[in-house]
C-alpha cells in the first residue's frame, strides 16, 4: 500500500512528511493529510473550513481519487467501524515507536480489546468549533454522543459473524481502560470535572514499561509539563477537548454518510435557541446510555427517543443557518437517511456495502 499511496500523493503534488506516531504521511494544501494508523489504518484529515458544503468538496476531491488509485492495485478501502473479516489473532501492529507500545503493553494487561481497538478499528472524528458558552455546548455534545453512535453505528460483524453489538468499535472502547474512556458529565463545573478525569487516568508513557501504569496523579511532583501534555493525548472520551471539541462516537462510514452526522451536530450547536432546547432537553450524559447504544443501537427504546430528539433538533438548527454554511441539500440528505433508516430502527450497519466510495451517492439498504 505505502508506494501506491506514495505515488498518489506525488501525483497531485503534495509532501512527504512524517505522522506524530512516525509513520509515513502526506500533507496536501490547507492543512490537509492523509497517514498510517498503527494497525494499517489510513486515515485523511480533512482541512479545516467554514461550511459544510465546503467540507464535502474536500472530501469528494481527495477520497474517490485515493480509493481508485488503491484499488488498480488490488486494495479495497473498507468503510466499516472495525474490520469485518480479518481473524484478530492475524492482525498486527505496523508502528513499534515508544507510545503505541506502551500503549499496546497497557491494554494487553486488561484484556484483549485494546488488541482490537488498535488494529482493527476506524471512527469518524468530527472537529467542530463550538460558538455559544463552552459549558453548553460541552454538555451538549456529551448528551448527543449516545444519539449518534446508535444512528450510524456500522461495525455489527467481526470475524466474519454477527457480534451482538450493533458497534463493535465502540463496545472495544467500553472495555479497553475506563480510566480514559467514556462521557465526562458536563456543566458548569466541566474543567474540575475533566481534570479529575485527567489526573485520575492510567500514566501509561510514564514509569517503567514493565511495571502496570498508575494514575498521573500519583506522578505528581515528579511529571513535567510536557509529560502533562503527552498524557493528555492519550485521554479519549467521546468528546475530547482540543480548544475545540473532537466528538468521537462515530463509525467510520462510507463517503455518502460522512456528512450527515457533521451536519447534525452543526445543526444542534451553531444555533443559539436550538442548542440552548437541546441542553434543556437531552437527558444529560449517561454512560449506561452510551452502552446500550452501541450494543442494542436504535431498538432500545430510551436510545432511539434521544435520537428522534438529536435528528429534530439538529435539523431544526440546519435549516436556521445560511445556505453558505449548509449547502444545498444536506438537510433532504438527511431526512432521506432518517426516513429509510433511523425510522425503521435501522443503522448504516445494516446496508450490504463495506466500500469507503461506492458506485453512487444514493442511501439504500
Not at 29 to 43: H, I, K
Given at each position: 500500500m505505502a508506494p501506491t499511496l506514495a505515488s498518489w500523493a506525488k501525483g497531485r503534488g503534495w509532501t512527504a512528511v512524517r505522522s506524530a506516531a512516525g509513520t509515513p504521511a502526506y500533507?496536501?494544501?490547507?492543512?490537509?493529510?492523509?497517514?498510517?494508523?498503527?494497525?494499517?489504518?489510513?486515515?485523511?484529515a480533512s482541512a479545516p473550513v467554514a461550511s459544510l458544503a465546503r467540507m464535502e468538496t474536500d472530501l469528494r476531491d481527495v477520497l474517490p481519487s485515493l480509493a481508485v488509485a488503491l484499488a488498480n492495485e488490488g486494495i479495497e478501502l473498507v468503510a466499516r467501524g472495525?474490520?469485518?473479516a480479518t481473524p484478530l489473532s492475524d492482525a498486527r501492529l505496523?508502528?513499534?515507536?515508544?507510545?503505541?507500545?506502551?500503549?499496546?503493553?497497557?491494554?494487553?494487561?486488561?484484556?484483549?480489546w485494546g488488541r482490537r481497538m488498535m488494529r482493527q478499528t476506524a471512527a469518524l472524528h468530527i472537529n467542530i468549533d463550538a460558538p455559544g458558552p463552552p459549558f453548553e455546548s460541552w454538555t451538549v455534545a456529551n448528551a448527543a454522543a449516545p444519539a449518534l453512535l446508535a444512528a450510524f453505528a456500522n461495525s455489527p460483524v467481526v470475524e466474519g459473524a454477527e457480534s451482538g453489538h450493533r458497534s463493535v468499535r465502540a463496545a472495544q472502547w467500553r472495555h479497553l481502560d475506563p480510566t480514559r474512556t467514556g462521557i465526562v458529565p458536563g456543566g458548569c463545573d466541566s474543567v474540575d470535572q475533566y481534570l479529575a478525569f485527567a489526573l485520575g487516568a492510567d500514566a501509561f508513557l510514564l514509569g517503567s514499561e514493565d511495571e502496570v501504569a498508575r494514575p498521573f496523579e500519583t506522578h505528581l511532583g515528579q511529571a513535567t509539563n510536557d509529560d502533562w501534555h503527552r498524557h493528555l493525548t492519550t485521554l479519549f472520551p467521546e468528546v475530547r477537548p482540543r480548544r475545540y471539541l473532537e466528538v468521537r462516537s462515530v463509525d467510520a462510514l462510507p463517503l455518502q454518510l460522512l456528512a450527515l452526522p457533521v451536519a447534525l451536530l452543526v445543526g444542534l450547536l451553531f444555533d443559539d435557541q436550538v442548542r440552548a432546547r437541546a441542553h434543556e432537553v437531552l437527558p444529560p450524559p449517561d454512560p449506561d446510555l452510551l452502552e446500550r447504544a452501541g450494543r442494542i443501537g436504535l431498538a432500545d427504546a430510551e436510545v432511539a427517543d434521544v435520537v428522534r430528539s438529536v435528528f429534530?433538533?439538529?435539523i431544526q438548527g440546519l435549516k436556521s443557518l445560511s445556505a453558505e454554511v449548509v449547502g444545498p441539500d444536506i438537510v433532504a440528505r438527511i431526512e432521506r437517511f432518517r426516513s429509510s433508516f433511523t425510522d425503521q430502527a435501522l443503522d448504516p450497519g445494516h446496508r450490504r456495502g463495506d466500500r469507503l466510495v461506492g458506485d453512487d451517492d444514493s442511501i439504500s439498504a
Open positions: 500533507a496536501g494544501p490547507d492543512g490537509r493529510v492523509v497517514s498510517f494508523e498503527p494497525g494499517g489504518q489510513l486515515e485523511y472495525v474490520d469485518p505496523w508502528v513499534a515507536d515508544d507510545r503505541y507500545r506502551r500503549m499496546a503493553t497497557h491494554y494487553a494487561r486488561r484484556g484483549p429534530d433538533l439538529g
